[in-house]
């Protein structure tokens, strides 16, 4: 059976989708906003998982859409769930299971129980999260056991999360985008499988 996993290149879905491999005929599938952005570093953190990789494109008017909320709203939460939302409904459509990277002590994006309940139950598939047991500091322990990660500061990490592109086009619109972003969001990006000795 075949899972589609949203992939960021980073080390939160990059261990999600270790461990769902185990399980599932695996496919990796990053969102972008432009149908043209080239996305080589999270090829490349693909590669090192040695999993098939698609680019995938939200619907059109999305980010304009998310933007307007995070304006109004004064914070990205809402609307970064949202964008996580539609990432999950469109894969749906194609996987019977869908792989999600949220981890226990995540705030954004996380779905609610309510909110997993109705989209297993609409779109009859599955919603698989594995790391909602475990906090941040496992994560940074199983992933550095298994991947070579790179950090930064959001922006500076060249990988598939939604927020690169969202700050990009605040930018673009002469908007600041830390009036809305926190500042100082470490981002991740795996670069390679790590060494075992």
Same mark, same amino acid.
């Given at each position: 059976?075949?899972?589609?996993?949203?992939?960021?290149?980073?080390?939160?879905?990059?261990?999600?989708?270790?461990?769902?491999?185990?399980?599932?005929?695996?496919?990796? *599938?990053?969102?972008?906003?432009?149908?043209?952005?080239?996305?080589?570093?999270?090829?490349?953190?693909?590669?090192?998982?040695?999993?098939?990789?698609?680019?995938?494109?939200?619907?059109?008017?999305?980010?304009?859409?998310?933007?307007?909320?995070?304006?109004?709203?004064?914070?990205?939460?809402?609307?970064?769930?949202?964008?996580?939302?539609?990432?999950?409904?469109?894969?749906?459509?194609?996987?019977?299971?869908?792989?999600?990277?949220?981890?226990?002590?995540?705030?954004?994006?996380?779905?609610?129980?309510?909110?997993?309940?109705?989209?297993?139950?609409?779109?009859?598939?599955?919603?698989?999260?594995?790391?909602?047991?475990?906090?941040?500091?496992?994560?940074?322990?199983?992933?550095?056991?298994?991947?070579?990660?790179?950090?930064?500061?959001?922006?500076?990490?060249? *990988?598939?999360?939604?927020?690169?592109?969202?700050?990009?086009?605040?930018?673009?619109?002469?908007?600041?985008?830390?009036?809305?972003?926190?500042?100082?969001?470490?981002?991740?990006?795996?670069?390679?499988?790590?060494?075992?000795?």
């Amino acid at each position: 059976m075949k899972a589609g996993i949203l992939f960021s290149g980073g080390k939160d879905s990059s261990l999600a989708a270790l461990m769902i491999s185990r399980d599932y005929e695996a496919e990796l *599938n990053t969102f972008v906003f432009d149908g043209d952005r080239k996305i080589p570093s999270v090829e490349k953190a693909a590669e090192a998982l040695g999993l098939p990789l698609i680019k995938r494109v939200f619907d059109e008017g999305l980010l304009e859409k998310v933007m307007e909320m995070m304006v109004n709203d004064g914070f990205p939460n809402s609307a970064i769930n949202l964008v996580h939302r539609s990432a999950i409904c469109s894969l749906s459509g194609e996987y019977d299971v869908i792989g999600d990277g949220t981890r226990l002590n995540d705030r954004v994006p996380m779905l609610d129980y309510a909110e997993v309940q109705s989209i297993e139950a609409r779109y009859q598939c599955a919603l698989v999260r594995p790391l909602l047991g475990y906090g941040r500091r496992e994560v940074n322990h199983l992933a550095g056991k298994y991947f070579t990660v790179e950090y930064g500061e959001t922006g500076t990490i060249e *990988n598939g999360d939604y927020e690169n592109e969202i700050r990009t086009a605040f930018s673009v619109q002469g908007l600041d985008p830390y009036e809305i972003f926190p500042s100082h969001h470490e981002q991740s990006l795996v670069t390679g499988k790590a060494l075992r000795s």
